[in-house]
Every structure is written in structure tokens, then in C-alpha cells.
């Protein structure tokens, strides 16, 4: 990974970020940051990867339900202060459909529409869902996506190439569950060998 | 911030496409098509269409493999005799045939990008009654999703071989990428695999229609291809070969590799497949030629007499024949640097850039800067010292 010239920004967003912090790395240049060994700076460093790799794995794993036909939703559990932004990432590539992620203490709103963000942040997920149904008149949709990509990802599996290492370390548990996927494991081919190697 | 009834009343006045319907899919069927492209490789979902993105795995399988794409067939049925593949007419295992409609396809792909269960569509077949059709539906489903849909994803699109000049430039029209497989290295090898398809003229001269096809504002992440590794008996010098000739004189973007696995059913049901390393090392010395750069004379010694590759890093085997003493990283040049095992683009620049402001004293240092130590010490002495030699790195 490469520090991005604006790593600022992504700093900005860690959980362990403060004042001082930000201060001491607004000094700093991106090509220092990424070959630097003093301690500090490479802490910067470490903070920053840690909210670029977060950010990354978010916009794959969160999924997305219809709500109606203007409400995208998705559960959602950040470890740093990213919400806004994957927010904004998804109503970016869904215009003109709001965007709800959340958990059961605080959501993100956003509608990227004409080339502009709207966002709102508030409650829980569902409090936020109830008052996009009673203002739109919407109900949730009956058609099961999820269903749809099970099958597909089923198909997928090449049995001759297992590799559970490799899936636990591009699929890590605590990012799955920060993006609230129910799809743990391939559920067709899953072995009680699997399951038992779990923990 | 705004309220959220000011967004909810924003997105009611809103001119956009609303979400289509997903209802009525066959389990059966997306289950089949999808499992037909289970060794088809797109490792790629950038494309420079809108913002550059990097790619992004929305999930990974059992094997490790990264699912970004709706990868799957438009027909299982198939009139080629491809000994290796399971959809092929000489296959004794049948399995009902499948086709969707390009509106059908088009939804399916809808719904989960919508849902961010994918990046985009790569989308192949078999040959179905004659390719012609079979193409003209794809290329349709492409049409439909990104002039009907608006969809600003990535779409891969397979070209069928023996498929039009007219049909490949629409593809290419619509697409990101498209690709043909090679499948063989060699028109000999072809033959012994698929005694229906013309490797010249069925798959070669197509793929030098996309070539010149290509301009800059067409087909933006290229044109790639995929062999299958050892279902001939080919040499992995015979398969690099070709693929040497694929990136200088087709100019393909990527070569994928797939080792061989004998399916049931198919008359190769009982050849020995290939391990999995076998690929892997080939796309090492993929990597060796593409992205560091190597010339084909250097990366050719790491292949034995027989033209095989050993299962070893043939980095390691290259620097071992080439490398005279060891590098000194704070004076070598970048090029140079390349060479040492354990030593990659990213991190030769950021030695570059380290000791431009100090000189590197410890091997400390290197690994902060992404080196691989145990690979990468018996190459190096740091100020004219050096600890460790690849016998004593052996021992």
C-alpha cells in the first residue's frame, strides 16, 4: 500500500486521532510517512492503513437491501470514523436512491443526486428506516437478493482448490462482521472440518 | 447536514432510474451458468471509465479466490469438443442445458450490483447452435445494461471463437474488456485438445481483429486471454513462449493461467491434473516479465532442460545465476535492486527514497521498508558489510 498524498484526511478519520496528532503530521509529506522508521511516524503510518484498509473492505463487504424503490439500506459497525464516507460511496454509485447504513445505535444518510450529497446522521438504523417508510409510504421488498447470490457464490467454490487460509485472510471475521455479512462460509461445501477450524 | 425528510422528499422528485425487479430467477439454472465459468479468471475489475478505482473483492470463496464479478455462462450448451470441459458435446456426464435471455441476464446483474455483491458482469457461453447468435445475445445484454440501465460497472465480455469482425467491434463497444481464450500454446497442442476449433483462424486471427479494433477511447482494460496448463503435455517454456508472443505481437493486457483438473465425464477424465503451483509459478514469471521488467533471455534460465519450471521461486533461481556479489542498497540503482529476491517495485522505491534524506544502516530499516529480510540477505551487504551468505541462508 502507498500513503496517499492526502493521508491527512484519512488520519482524520482513525478513532485514536486527535488534535496533537494531526498536528505533528500535518508537517510531514506522504513519501516521508511511508519511509520513516521514527516511532511516531510510523504509528501515523500503521493509523492511516489502518482506516485505508477498513474503507476498502467496507465499500466490498457491506450489502445493501431495497427498501421500496428509493432506499438502499445496509448494516454497518465501523471501528474508525468512517460511516459518512462509505456513505457517500454508495449513494455516489447509486444516484438519486438514498443511502441508509447503520447499526443499532447511530446511521448514516446520504443521496448523492445531480452531482451533489445530502446526508443526514442520526439514530439507530431502525428508527431511520421508520421514518423513510412513513415519509416515502415505501415498504420493505419482497425480493431476496441474498437468496440470488448464495446460489451464485455456491457455484463458484473450485473444491480441488480449497484454500481456508486464504479465505480467513482476505475475508478477516471482524470485518465481516463490522459489514454484518451473514455469509460466513461457503455453506454448500462447509465440512464439520471447517466449522472446527474455525475458532 | 439536512433533514432526512428533505432527502426523502429529494429523492421522491428524483429523474433516475428506480431499482428493477429481481423476481423469478431459476436457483437451478444460476447455479449451472455459474458454475460453467468456475475456472475462468478475471483477476481485474478496474476499468478508467468514470473515476479510477482500484479493483474490489466483494467476497472471497473456500479456495480463496476473489468473487468481484457475475461470472457465468449465457448457454451451457455447447456444439465444440473441448476434451477438458464439461459443457462440451463429447462429454458423456449430461447436464440439462441453460440459456438466459439478455433481459433476464441483464436483471440478475442489476440486483446484485445494486446490492454491492458485485463490480460487474463477465459474461462467456458455450457455442450454442452457431456463435453468431450466441454472441449477438450477449453483446444485446450488454447494450441493455449500460444504454437501457445507465450501469456504469465493469463488464468482461467473452468473444466466442469464430465470432464476426462486427460482432467483436460492438463487444468492444460496450465492454471493459473483452478476451478469447487460448486455452493451447501451440496449434498442435490445440488439436489434441479440440478437434473443433481452428487455432488460427478461430482464435488467433480474432484475437488480432480486437487488436485492431483498439483505439484509446475503445475497450479500456484491454484484451486478455487464459490457457490451460498441462492438458496437452505442454511445457511451461512452450506456454511462456506464447504468451511472450500474446503480450509483444497481440498485445494483450494479462495472460491468466489455469492448471488443469480432469472433469468427470470429459474424455481427459483420466489424465493426471496439474498442481496448483505449476500456475502459480508460471504467473511468477508472468509478474518477472511484465512488472519488473526482466528480459526474456534472463527469465528463460529458470526453466530446466525438459523446459519445465521447478517448484521454486525462479527469482530466486534467476538471481542466483546472474547476481555475481552481492548489492549494495545504498548505492545500487533501482534496476538493479529489482533483482534481489525479496525485493519488490514498491519497496526498491522506497529504498530510493529513504536514502536520498540517510543512508541505510540496518537490515532493520529494510524490512521497515517492506524488504524481505530472509530472502533478500544473502544478496545484500549494507556498507560494504555483509552477514549472511545463500549457503549459510541454506544451511
Keep these: 500500500m502507498k500513503v496517499p498524498e492526502n493521508f491527512l484526511y484519512d488520519l482524520s478519520l482513525h478513532r485514536d486521532c486527535n488534535e ?33 484498509g477498513e474503507v476498502h473492505r467496507m465499500k466490498a463487504f457491506v450489502r445493501l437491501q431495497p427498501l421500496g424503490t428509493r432506499v438502499l439500506y445496509g448494516f454497518f459497525k465501523p471501528r474508525n470514523r468512517i460511516g459518512e ?90 470485518d465481516q462482521e463490522a459489514a454484518g455479512l451473514r455469509l460466513v462460509q461457503n455453506k454448500r461445501n462447509a465440512t464439520l472440518e471447517d466449522f472446527l477450524g474455525e475458532g | ?188 497442442h490445440m488439436s489434441e485438445i479440440c478437434a473443433t476449433k481452428n487455432y488460427e483462424s478461430d482464435i488467433l486471427q480474432r484475437q488480432r481483429y480486437i487488436r485492431d479494433l483498439t483505439t484509446k477511447n475503445v475497450l479500456p482494460a484491454g484484451q486478455t486471454t487464459q490457457l490451460v496448463v498441462g492438458a496437452a503435455g505442454e511445457s511451461d517454456e512452450e506456454i511462456f513462449k506464447r504468451v511472450l508472443y500474446e503480450y509483444k505481437e497481440i498485445g494483450v493486457r494479462r495472460a491468466y493461467y489455469s492448471a488443469f483438473s480432469p472433469q468427470r465425464g470429459t474424455p481427459f477424465e483420466n489424465r493426471e491434473g496439474q498442481p496448483l503451483w505449476r500456475e502459480h509459478r508460471l504467473y511468477q514469471m508472468d509478474w518477472l516479465f511484465r512488472v519488473y521488467h526482466f528480459q526474456p ?43 534481489v529476491p525479496g525485493i519488490g517495485p514498491r519497496s526498491a522505491q522506497r529504498i530510493v527514497a529513504f536514502r536520498k534524506r540517510q543512508p541505510i544502516a540496518a537490515r532493520a530499516e529494510l524490512a521497515a521498508m517492506g524488504v524481505r529480510i530472509k530472502r533478500a540477505a544473502p544478496f545484500l551487504k549494507i556498507n560494504g558489510w555483509r552477514d549472511t551468505t545463500l549457503e549459510m541462508w541454506q544451511a
Design chain 1, 20 to 52: 496533537r496528532l494531526l498536528a505533528r503530521a500535518g508537517q510531514l509529506k506522504a513519501g516521508e510517512v511511508e519511509v520513516s522508521l521514527h516511532p511516531e511516524v510510523a504509528r501515523i503510518k500503521k493509523m492511516v492503513y489502518a482506516v485505508m
Design chain 2, 297 to 339: 533471455g534472463e527469465i528463460s534460465h529458470a526453466f530446466n532442460e525438459n523446459g519445465f519450471l521447478s517448484n521454486a521461486d525462479p527469482k530466486m533461481a534467476i538471481a542466483r545465476e546472474f547476481m555475481d556479489g552481492p548489492v549494495d542498497p545504498n548505492t545500487a540503482p533501482f534496476r538493479q535492486l529489482l533483482r
Design chain 2, 1 to 188: 447536514m439536512v433533514t432526512l425528510e428533505k432527502i426523502a422528499h429529494l429523492a421522491e422528485e428524483c429523474r433516475f432510474d428506480t431499482m428493477g425487479p429481481t423476481g423469478g430467477v431459476n436457483a437451478e439454472k444460476l447455479s449451472t451458468l455459474g458454475e460453467g465459468t468456475r475456472h475462468d479468471v478475471c483477476a481485474s475489475t478496474f476499468s478508467p471509465r468514470e473515476i479510477p478505482l482500484p479493483g474490489i473483492c466483494h467476497a472471497f470463496t473456500q479456495d480463496g479466490r476473489c468473487v468481484s464479478l457475475f461470472k457465468t455462462l449465457y448457454t451451457n450448451h455447447c456444439t465444440h469438443q473441448c476434451s477438458y470441459c464439461t459443457n462440451a458435446a463429447n462429454c458423456s456426464r449430461k447436464v440439462r442445458a441453460f440459456s438466459y435471455t439478455p433481459e433476464e441476464l441483464a436483471n440478475i446483474t442489476l440486483s446484485l450490483y445494486r446490492s454491492n455483491y458485485i463490480e460487474g458482469l463477465f459474461l462467456s457461453s458455450g457455442a450454442g447452435r452457431d456463435e453468431d447468435t450466441v454472441m449477438e445475445k450477449m453483446v444485446e445484454t450488454a447494450r441493455l445494461l449500460r444504454q437501457k440501465h445507465a450501469f456504469s460497472g465493469y463488464i468482461h465480455l467473452k468473444v466466442l471463437p469464430g465470432s464476426t469482425r462486427a460482432h467483436i467491434q460492438e463487444a468492444m463497444a460496450l465492454a471493459d474488456r473483452v478476451s478469447i481464450n487460448l486455452e493451447a500454446a501451440s496449434a498442435s
Design chain 1, 85 to 174: 464516507n462509505i456513505c457517500d460511496h454508495f449513494s455516489r454509485r447509486n444516484a438519486g436512491i438514498i443511502i441508509v447504513l447503520g447499526n443499532g445505535s447511530e446511521s448514516w444518510i446520504s443521496l448523492c443526486r445531480e452531482g451533489r450529497i445530502w446526508r443526514d446522521h442520526g439514530g439507530g438504523m431502525t428508527e431511520t428506516l421508520e421514518r423513510l417508510k412513513s415519509a416515502l409510504h415505501c415498504s420493505e421488498d419482497s425480493a431476496n437478493v441474498e437468496c440470488l447470490w448464495q446460489v451464485y457464490y455456491d457455484s463458484q467454490y473450485c473444491p480441488e482448490r480449497k484454500n481456508l487460509a486464504a479465505f480467513r485472510r482476505q475475508m478477516p471475521r471482524r
